[in-house]
């Protein structure tokens, strides 16, 4: 996770030399749903994350396209294809809206 962040640090110096932002997307993938990791990890994974924003790196977590079920594997079968971890169409559509709401404020 220190190796990411310092790598995403030098990526953001190197981008603002040029006059680009920089934006990190990440959302919550297939098998964190189905499985939730230990907390206190993902937690600090997360607020590592978030914590670049004094480097003027944007950090947007996309988490609650998922939220909403009470069971994880339900959640896996309404959103991604079966067998995958890529999402189908009503995944495709609800992490879509969260992504416009989150980076757009449209919704």
Known sequence: IEKTN????RLAQFL???NIPLTVLLPKEAPFIIEE?????????INELKSLKK??????FLEDY?????DNFQAYRD???????HWNK??????????LQKAFKIF
Do not use: T
């Open 55 to 60: 480097y003027n790196i944007n950090f947007i």
């Open 37 to 45: 990791p230990l907390k206190e990890n993902y937690q600090y994974f």
């Open 6 to 9: 310092d790598y995403l640090i």
């Open 66 to 70: 998922c939220k909403g079920y009470s």
């Open 90 to 99: 009503q995944g495709n559509r609800k992490i879509a809206e969260e992504l």
């Open 16 to 18: 603002k030399n040029k």
């Open 79 to 85: 959103l991604f294809f079966s067998g995958d971890v």
